[in-house]
């Protein structure tokens, strides 16, 4: 009854122990589905129990929307360098490129810069704005 598949559930929850018994029949776009979203939600223990279990098969470069986003263009977004760290290590390209041409790389940056102010105090648009209005990546 709706929601998100068991699989994703636990790798939101970062829980590695239910991972590792739902991946154990979980097809390759599952395993991606999995991995995005521990990387969303900086769930480091399930995320490497996803690269663990998917070892040279899973598509650690692989998008699954058409924002052409990676894992690591993810994780870059939210800020999870420790998840980022796990990702590039299993192989994940820091040049890998999304729908408007960014790399993971350019959103640590931008991420990582203080936000700057306008005159009347408003704020110029950074990239954790743009992730809120879910503009780069889910």
């Known amino acids: 009854p709706g929601g998100a598949p068991p699989l994703v559930e636990a790798a939101r929850r970062d829980d590695a122990t239910s991972m590792a018994i739902l991946l154990t029949s979980a097809a390759p776009a599952a395993q991606l589905k999995a991995m995005r979203a521990a990387a969303a939600a900086g769930a480091l ?15 650690i470069d692989g998008t699954a ?10 994780a870059a977004f ?17 040049g890998a490129r999304n729908r408007l041409g ?37």
């Open 45 to 59: 223990a399930a995320l490497q129990a996803v690269i663990q279990h998917g070892g040279s098969k899973l598509p």
């Open 102 to 138: 960014l790399a993971p790389a350019v959103h640590l940056h931008q991420v990582s810069q203080p936000r700057r102010s306008l005159p009347d105090g408003e704020r110029t648009p950074d990239v954790l704005d743009l992730m809120a209005s879910s503009y780069l990546c889910a």
């Open 65 to 74: 929307d058409d924002d052409r986003c990676t894992a690591l263009h993810i």
């Open 78 to 94: 939210r800020g999870h360098d420790d998840c980022g760290a796990a990702l590039v290590a299993a192989g994940a390209s820091a």
